[in-house]
């Protein structure tokens, strides 16, 4: 058997479960962990490796090293977001990179909806009047619902299909814009493709799921809230940048929309001096929607699955700049 070697570079050896070093073991690869924090770290160990593999932010792998990488075939982050990651100058030298969506996929859908609930039903403000001592309806933020109104998915991957799917007890009205989907594609989930422009206008809970790119930077800015319903909600799990969040706090002051709720923002943790802490109509938790009791598992099968894949020469699987690699 040909023996393939992988490089973990976010975690150590001691971080890694024993069942997946013995799943590794089996499939003849030659596997090294370390955190690594430096350049010279990361070098070290990936240096000769056939698949750099990490998660989490990165800090090591940086354009300018990729040429010195000359066994590399492929860079695998777990999970979703690869806006850190030289994807541009990796697809020029001929590296796939891939991800693993599906290892996070239905948990940020869950938390995509638990905010939605939580800013239709104001949870967080009557929790805060209870804890005051205040026992009584507040007219002014009983005025939402649920049932029958329209829900706007901006990207349509495995997450806002999961969010489609998971709402469709509560008879919203589902639209999709996603630029690289056809209409049939969305079609077939249950869900009507728009125009963005149409998303904007129709949306009564505007949720993002697309990736940080650098056409979707800032992608909801000045002119897009001048287009949203003012009574609309705005929910991110996908990354702060995609919102501009300048424009997000003027919108909101000026009620062009009725709140947000966010667990990504353009600045993590944000200062202490961001209005986004103290504005009473914004919802925030700390970039936590992919995590719950089965995260660790669901990441080791999902990155295990995808590095077999590799293995057996499908350097296509689950890739996000679709190189065309010519066979050996």
Not at 70 to 98: F, H, M, N, Y
Not at 172 to 193: C, N
Not at 206 to 230: A, N, V, W
Not at 286 to 308: G, K, N, Q, T
Request: with cysteine; charged share 20%.
């Amino acid at each position: 058997m040909i023996s393939f070697t992988v490089a973990m570079v976010s975690r150590n050896l001691s971080e890694i479960p024993e069942r997946v070093q013995k799943e590794l073991i089996k499939k003849n690869v030659i596997f090294t962990a370390k955190r690594c924090d430096t350049v010279a770290q990361f070098l070290a160990i990936a240096k000769h490796a056939d698949v750099i593999w990490t998660s989490g932010a990165n800090l090591v792998i940086l354009p300018e090293i990729l040429p010195q990488l000359k066994q590399c075939k492929a860079i695998l982050r777990t999970g979703s977001g690869v806006d850190d990651l030289p994807v541009k100058e990796a697809t020029r030298l001929g590296i796939w990179v891939a991800n693993t969506p599906e290892a996070i996929a239905e948990t940020v859908a869950e938390h995509t909806i638990a905010l939605l609930f939580a800013l239709a039903r104001q949870i967080l403000f009557y929790d805060s009047q209870v804890r005051k001592g205040i026992w009584q309806l507040h007219p002014a933020s009983s005025q939402w619902h649920i049932s029958q109104q329209t829900l706007g998915l901006v990207g349509f991957g495995l997450i806002g299909r999961h969010v489609a799917a998971k709402l469709q007890g509560f008879s919203m009205k589902t639209f999709a814009y996603d630029p690289f989907l056809s209409s049939e594609q969305i079609e077939s989930y249950g869900v009507e493709p728009v125009s963005f422009e149409d998303l904007l206008q129709k949306s009564d809970f505007l949720s993002l799921h697309c990736p940080l790119t650098p056409e979707t930077f800032h992608l909801i800015g000045k002119e897009e809230f001048r287009k949203i319903k003012k009574n609309a909600f705005l929910i991110n799990t996908s990354r702060g940048s995609v919102i501009d969040e300048e424009a997000l706090i003027s919108a909101l002051n000026k009620e062009e929309i009725a709140g947000a709720a966010l667990d990504v923002l353009e600045q993590e943790p944000p200062l202490p001096t961001s209005p986004l802490l103290h504005h009473p109509k914004v919802l925030l938790t700390p970039h936590i929607a992919a995590f719950s009791d089965l995260f660790e598992e669901r990441f080791w099968d999902a990155s295990l699955a995808v590095l077999f894949d590799f293995m057996e020469g499908k350097w296509q699987s689950h890739s996000v700049n679709r190189i065309h690699q010519d066979s050996e």
